[in-house]
């Protein structure tokens, strides 16, 4: 797709930049160009947010992961149960089985999860209102 990019500086100063495809990031809501995207990891596809929202992210999860280490010997998933051998390979062949939760709006550390319960809450935008409407659609249809 492609589009007309505007820059606001402010409200009276647009500037006009060529005809470019873009698309949005699901991070910082921005349209910028597909060269602002990285190749998702390993794939032949780009990432959702944009390379500045990408490099944020990492860097709190690494900064989170030195405050907080790594979940316990024995860690079972809080959303699904699963124990380590029941969730490795399910991240990718690189990822161990257990991803860094946080909250992207407070930047806060809430727990580990395993990469589906993980992509799962994503998906939803951490919308508990969005959760409890699918929850109510299974249960309509049990």
Do not use: T
């Not at 500037?15 to 698309?23: A, D, G, I």
């Not at 991240?91 to 580990?112: A, I, M, Q, S, Y």
């Amino acid at each position: 797709m492609k589009f007309l990019q505007f820059e606001f500086n402010n409200m009276a100063d647009a500037s006009y930049k060529e005809e470019e495809e873009l698309r949005i990031c699901n991070k910082c809501n921005k349209y910028l160009p597909l060269s602002s995207f990285s190749a998702h990891s390993g794939s032949n596809y780009l990432r959702p947010e944009c390379r500045e929202c990408n490099n944020e992210m990492s860097r709190l999860r690494s900064e989170l992961k030195k405050i907080y280490g790594m979940p316990p010997v024995g860690y079972k998933c809080p959303v699904c149960g699963g124990c380590e051998k029941e969730v490795s390979g399910k991240g990718g062949e690189r990822n161990g089985p257990w991803v860094l939760d946080h909250c992207h709006e407070e930047k806060e550390f809430r727990g580990w999860l395993c990469h589906k319960c993980n992509r799962g809450i994503g998906c939803f935008n951490d919308d508990i209102e969005k959760l409890n409407k699918a929850i109510d659609y299974l249960n309509n249809f049990k």
